[in-house]
């Protein structure tokens, strides 16, 4: 349902909303409000709850506005409100698309446009985009609009209008005169609040989430061990995998009579059991690597196969970075593997989209290489890396003898490997040992294992 003067006395902010602006931004906002108007409507649920729109919301009460034009859709599922909220803000992202709808024959203002009268090419770049609003809309109505010129030119949201013509839904067009196209495009071409995850609540157990089966019909596949790790290991190195998932490719080592551990503090059980938390797993990986540790040293290679893209933090990730540089030997070597930004960039190139093999549709990357995707009421996050941040990763925790190869296509890869030569030092060592080896689980209990971690690890840098 549409509402062309929804009382913003009735909007309710969510305390969720993963977007923020700067003042500049919001003058320009602001100025546009005053200059072309509410072209862009808000959208609630039906107790008033604001999906999206926050910044737009914020804009038209400081400039005393009393009502918005707002699309109103059934309250939805948390999980589903969060989602929609970051689909609706990916639908902002303007490109050169020929979109067109019929000439303004009326007035200017809000008019509705019949599916079969959108113009617009079916190959047009963005497609992962298209396809989730295309299926928002499938769901729940049309809730989205565009600004277009007397003369039927689509100015904004052309992602949204191509995707309503797909749906067989009506477009809800903002006519405006000839003369304000440019202004439009200079208030349409930038952008009105970035993604920022900062404030959102971290459960770090939900990154659990994060442990897909390597098994593909009976062979383990795992890039990392089959293309750089098997290769070089040699018979009497002692491995360990930090961050081992469901340790799938590291028992294939095992079998192969070399000496391999791992450790994952978010172990789970066997595929298509429950997602729940082992802990009794968790507590014998970590028995067996503070044994290891104490009797033979640190280790000869370190394993980190894909755990940069589940930390849910900076902070979390330089805890993971600085343990296994600490827990490997001087000279030793590390190998690490993880996803390039660079792909996530390259999903706005793609003109079709491929349903079959393809996780994740569409990510949201807000400054620092987060996404955030709602799990129920919490929050999952991964990140990718841009090349500078992946060179110096290899810098700092590993030291000038590094290779790294990038691979852009739909797993979008990086790999490092390199002799360690850098030493974090024991300070900062304990400290993020500390912190991993007694990270959060469900119901207020943690891992609770620092003490016995550091115990080891100080026997094994005497050894």
């Known amino acids: 349902m549409f509402d062309p003067e929804y009382p913003l006395e009735r909007v309710k902010g969510a305390p969720y909303n993963p977007r923020r602006i700067t003042p500049e931004s919001e003058a320009m906002l602001r100025e546009s409000l005053r200059e072309i108007g509410f072209v862009k409507p808000i959208i609630v649920t039906t107790d008033g709850v604001l999906v999206a729109g926050h910044q737009r919301t914020n804009a038209a009460r400081a400039e005393a506005r009393t009502t918005a034009p707002a699309f109103i859709i059934p309250k939805l599922e948390l999980g589903h409100e969060m989602r929609f909220n970051q689909i609706h803000n990916g639908a902002d992202v303007e490109q050169a698309i020929a979109v067109r709808v019929p000439v303004a024959r009326a007035r200017f203002g809000f008019v509705d446009v019949p599916a079969n009268l959108i113009e617009c090419p079916w190959d047009a770049p963005g497609a992962p985009r298209r396809h989730e609003i295309f299926q928002l809309v499938q769901r729940y109505g049309p809730w989205g609009s565009c600004v277009a010129t007397a003369g039927g030119e689509v ?4 992602q949204y209008a191509i995707a309503a013509k797909l749906a067989g839904k009506p477009l809800r067009v903002f006519y405006v005169p000839e003369e304000q196209r440019e202004r439009v495009l200079q208030y349409f071409g930038r ?36 293309k750089r790790v098997r290769p070089e290991l040699r018979k009497g190195e002692r491995l360990l995998d930090f961050g081992c998932g469901r340790g799938e490719a590291l028992a294939e080592l095992v079998k192969e009579g070399h000496r391999a551990l791992g450790v994952e503090f978010f172990a789970r059980g066997p595929v ?16 067996e690597l503070c ?64 349903e079959k093999g393809q996780r994740r549709k569409i990510e949201f990357l807000d400054a620092e290489g987060f996404s955030a995707m709602p799990r129920g009421e919490r929050w999952f996050f991964q990140r990718f890396h841009r090349r500078e941040e992946v060179e110096a990763i290899g810098r700092r925790f590993v030291g000038p003898d590094v290779r790294i190869t990038y691979s852009i296509g739909l797993e979008s890869q990086w790999t490092l ?35 016995q971690i550091l115990e080891a690890f100080d026997q094994a840098r005497r050894a």
């Open 155 to 158: 100015l904004t949201s052309q």
């Open 191 to 226: 952008e009105y609040g970035e993604f920022h995850y900062g404030a959102l609540p971290r459960n770090p157990w939900v990154q659990t989430l994060a442990q897909p089966s390597r098994n593909r019909n009976g062979k383990v596949l795992a890039a990392l061990y089959d």
């Open 272 to 287: 298509g059991s429950s997602d729940a938390i082992k802990p009794a797993l968790v507590h014998r990986l970590i028995d």
């Open 291 to 354: 044994a290891d540790l104490r009797q033979h040293g640190l280790f000869d290679v370190l394993v980190l196969d894909s755990v940069l893209n589940s930390v849910d933090s900076t902070q979390a990730e330089e805890d993971v970075l600085t343990c296994v540089n600490a827990l490997c030997r001087p000279g030793g070597r590390i190998y690490m593997l993880g996803r390039c930004a660079d792909g996530h960039l390259a999903e706005d190139t793609k003109t079709t989209f491929a």
């Open 417 to 451: 490997r390199g002799t360690k030569a850098i030493d974090v030092g024991e300070k900062r060592a304990r400290a993020s040992l500390a912190r991993e080896f007694n990270l959060p689980w469900p119901g207020g209990q943690s891992v609770g294992r620092a003490e």
